[in-house]
């Protein structure tokens, strides 16, 4: 399979899809989420780089981004831009992005990423859900003004099981290692770059009912709150894209960020 990622395979793959970013590749740095805040410009940006020395996860995390076949991306969109961000469209921000790789994965790969909330791509083993990608969603406010709002994707495509770290060898996968095919990841991510593009302007109630049906409901959760782990089934999500969680005693929880375990 041919999986050549470098400036010119992506920029005629956005050029062929209209797809207007300006586009920056590197073959390292530290994070592609930190070179987007660095760089300051009108246009909407993609940032590309085959490895990061220091990516980051949600919730100060390190996410672990090594050349062997994953893909690292950070989306820039500058309020300026024709779209006009204010903060409570934020939140949609990493429901576009959970839904853009997974409708990229379902046409390119036939593969279903259902999502973990609020935005985990996972697969089901015989051993549980692995997590092939995760989004860090940042942005920048500045008296209740949205300056810009950055979304990074790191997604394990063509890696091995021997390539991710011990800490990481019994929760991580990748498309290749649940396909036993590799893939070429400057497609995925120009699809994943249409489906996001298209979704920014899609209506939000069209967003959160394709969100929903990916999303893994019915299940039953753990969480953290006010100090205490609270258990429940993850039952729906609001119009924030918020989940809905029944207690196992008690009325419903509305969480509106944080992170949930399977139990
Ligand atoms: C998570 O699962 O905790 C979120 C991981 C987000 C990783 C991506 S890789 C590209 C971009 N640059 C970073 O430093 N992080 C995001």
Redesign the pocket.
Known sequence: MFDLLNEYEISNRLKEKKLNYDLIFKKSTD???SDAKRISGENNLLIVAEN?AA????YG?R?Y?ESNGGL???LKINQINNININIGDITFFPLIAAVSVSRAVLSLCNTELPIKWPN?LLYKTSSGYKKLC???TEASISAQNVSYVII???FNINSDITDFPDDIKNTASSLKIISGKKYCRADILCGIVTHFTQLLYAPRGHLLEEYKKRLLLDIDISFPQNGKIIKGRAVNINENGNLIVKPENGEEIVIQSGEINFI
Do not use: A
């Not at 990516?55 to 949600?58: D, H, L, T």
């Open positions: 994070s592609t989420n990061q990516g980051k996860g949600r995390r996410f981004s690292y991306f950070t985990d995760g989004i860090l990074g994707i790191g």
